[in-house]
Nanobody
Framework: QVQLVESGGGLVQAGGSLRLSCAVSGSAFSIYAMGWYRQAPGKQRELVATITNGASTNYAASVKGRFTISRDNAKNTIYLQMNSLKPEDTAVYYC???????????WGQGTQVTVSS
């Protein structure tokens, strides 16, 4: 059973930075694409960034140029470096393994990011 454990969230002022981590249990981590998602109160969960097994990346328009997704296959971990944070980035952030546009695992507990104005 693959488990996803997100960490690194917190409270930060607008303009600040945070680095999120997602540790993935189980083998074969390196062959999967991974994604970061977020869900703000009262809104649907949305895709923020993806990274392929070859480390190609893609970003939602709302975070492009501010967020950077990366992976460390030796640690079975992906990261999301978030800079120039805005209050509208406030959400619970989740990660998941991907197959095309589909997620492969149950959601973890997520990590709360709160950006104050």
């Amino acid at each position: 059973q693959v488990q996803l454990v997100e960490s690194g969230g917190g409270l930060v002022q607008a303009g600040g930075s945070l680095r999120l981590s997602c540790a993935v249990s189980g083998s074969a981590f390196s062959i999967y694409a991974m994604g970061w998602y977020r869900q703000a109160p009262g809104k649907q969960r949305e895709l923020v960034a993806t990274i392929t097994n070859g480390a190609s990346t893609n970003y939602a328009a709302s975070v492009k140029g501010r967020f950077t997704i990366s992976r460390d296959n030796a640690k079975n971990t992906i990261y999301l470096q978030m800079n120039s944070l805005k209050p509208e980035d406030t959400a619970v952030y989740y990660c998941n393994r991907l197959s095309g546009r589909s997620i492969l695992n149950s959601w973890g507990q997520g990590t709360q990011v709160t950006v104050s104005s």
